[in-house]
């Protein structure tokens, strides 16, 4: 049974900085690629970033390009999302999910797996 736990949310003051974590079990962590998304209250899921199974390529949204960062380590099944210049506007639930594929996707429903998230607020 595949489990991914987020940890590493809270609250902090726009300008501020956070690091999530994602730790994976019962998977194959190193043939998986992996996302982020984020859902905002009475707003739909939406995508973040994204990175393949080797490391060696990495995409994120252009509203959070710049500012955050996906990263992983095998060896841990851990995945990363580094949120620098924290805005008010980021405030959210933020998941990682798994997809069992090579390929790597910015669409929610190509994902196989989802973490239960992990709660974000920018204060102001």
């Known amino acids: 049974q595949v489990q991914l736990v987020e940890s590493g949310g809270g609250l902090v003051q726009a300008g501020g900085s956070l690091r999530l974590s994602c730790a994976a079990s019962?998977?194959?962590?190193?043939?998986?690629?992996m996302g982020w998304f984020r859902q905002a209250p009475g707003k739909e899921r939406e995508f973040l970033c994204t990175?393949?199974?080797?490391?060696?390529?990495?995409y994120c949204a252009d509203s959070v390009k710049g500012r955050f960062a996906i990263s992983r380590d095998n060896a841990k099944s851990t995945v990363y999302l580094q949120m620098n210049v924290l805005k008010p506007e980021d405030t959210a639930v933020y998941y990682c999910?798994?997809?069992?594929?090579?390929?790597?996707?910015?669409?929610?429903?190509?994902?196989?797996?989802w973490g239960q998230g992990t709660q974000v607020t920018v204060s102001s």
């Open positions: 990175i393949s199974r080797s490391d060696s390529s990495a």
């Open positions: 019962g998977l194959t962590f190193s043939s998986a690629v």
């Open positions: 999910a798994a997809r069992d594929d090579w390929r790597t996707s910015i669409y929610l429903s190509s994902y196989n797996s």
